[in-house]
């Protein structure tokens, strides 16, 4: 789509990244969304609306933002980049003038930002394009930090998508998996083929969608149970009995507290949901 319609093409944002002297950097994991339809995509598979304040994480040029704003009550954009970051609310006035005062930008990491570093109305969706290096740590802070947020579209990479919506079996279930379903409900959202980024990565994308749930019922705390799930997938190919010795003090007191919580010792860490694993630390105390 063109800027008529308040959204970025392929030529504006070259423009706008020649202007800023910017080239995307795999340092900070940047991949510059260049299809409009994705981004439209994107925000109709978030359900956002008029209701929402929305959080988006590494907005870059603003394809994203741009898309959004029409759409919801408030984007709050959080950007470490401070070039990015200082040119996002005129690319706003520019391309949407009628809806650029919905947006606020906070120049900050992600991996550091909490409710009071956020102005107006805590945010009630995250909806962001992650950078692929980062993307599994600031979902997980972010729905620690912002209890508000009670859904979650984001764009990662294909593998990191993978392991985020894994189920307890998966090849690729493992500590992502079991995290983020502490927090919610998670699926895949659809993929997103490589061509539509500048530049071109050399993986494949894909939508997840977390929607927030109640943790387990459990006297134990969420850093207790974390800490069971990162001793179990330590040594995936062990089985909990082994896998959970060093943090039990011994294999022979693991097994005591695995059957404890009526899991069998001789099962891997991939075997088990969140509820098993928070089974295993409230019998450990």
């Known amino acids: 789509m063109t800027r008529e319609t308040g959204l970025l093409g392929a030529g504006d944002i070259r423009r706008l990244a020649g202007e800023l002297g910017v080239r995307p950097t795999k340092k900070l994991g940047q991949n510059f969304v260049l299809d409009a339809g994705t981004v439209q995509r994107i925000v109709r598979a978030a359900a956002v609306g008029s209701d929402d304040v929305v959080l988006e994480v590494g907005p870059g040029l603003g394809s994203l933002t741009l898309a959004l704003l029409p759409v919801v009550g408030g984007v709050i954009a959080v950007e470490i980049d401070p070039v990015l970051a200082g040119r996002l609310p005129e690319t706003a006035a520019e391309f949407a003038p009628a809806v650029a005062d919905r947006l606020a930008v906070v120049r900050a990491d992600a991996m550091a930002v909490g409710r009071e570093d956020l102005p107006g ?3 009630t969706a995250l909806v962001a394009n992650l950078p692929y290096n980062v993307a599994v740590p600031v979902v997980l802070h972010l729905l620690e930090e912002l209890p508000s947020l009670d859904r979650v579209l984001i764009m990662v990479q294909a593998e990191v998508a993978e392991r985020l919506a894994a189920r307890p079996g998966s090849k690729v279930y493992g500590v992502p998996s079991v995290k983020a379903s502490w927090y919610a409900q998670v699926r895949r959202a659809g993929s997103v083929g490589r061509a539509v980024f500048w530049p ?18 459990t006297s134990a705390s969420r850093r207790e149970v974390f800490a069971v799930v ?26 005591e507290i695995l059957r404890a919580a009526g899991i069998d010792p001789s099962l891997r860490g991939e075997q088990l949901d969140v509820e098993d694993f928070a089974k295993i630390a409230e019998n450990a105390g």
């Open 121 to 123: 109305p805590a945010p």
């Open 200 to 217: 071109v990565p050399n993986v494949d994308s894909g939508l997840v969608s977390l929607v927030r749930r109640e943790p387990p019922q």
């Open 230 to 255: 990162d001793a179990a997938f330590a040594q995936r190919r062990k089985t909990l009995r082994a896998a959970l010795a060093s943090w039990a003090g011994t294999a022979a007191r693991a097994e």
